[in-house]
Nanobody, 115 residues
């Protein structure tokens, strides 16, 4: 069974940076796609960034040029470096592991960006 534990959220001023981490248990991390999603109050959960097992990355248009997703297979960890944060980035951020046909989710970490 896979467990995902996020960390690194918090309160930051607009223009600041945060780095989120997601540590995965189990043995399938290196062959799985990983993603970061977020959900703001009253809104649907949306994909922020994803990285394949081979290292190919994709980003939501709203975060391109500001966020960077990376992975360290030796540590079973995926990261989301968030720069130039905006108040509209405020949300609960969730880590996701996708290994067809299964999806696993972390418990989420709150990111709050003050103006």
């Amino acid at each position: 069974q896979v467990q995902l534990v996020e960390s690194g959220g918090g309160l930051v001023q607009a223009g600041g940076s945060l780095r989120l981490s997601c540590a995965a248990s189990g043995s399938i991390f290196s062959i799985s796609a990983m993603g970061w999603h977020r959900q703001a109050p009253g809104k649907q959960r949306e994909l922020v960034a994803a990285i394949t097992s081979g290292g190919t990355t994709t980003y939501a248009d709203s975060v391109k040029g500001r966020f960077n997703i990376s992975r360290d297979n030796a540590k079973n960890t995926v990261y989301l470096q968030m720069n130039s944060l905006k108040p509209e980035d405020t949300a609960v951020y969730y880590c996701n592991l996708h290994f067809f046909p299964s999806n696993y989710w972390g418990q989420g970490t709150q990111v709050t960006v003050s103006s």
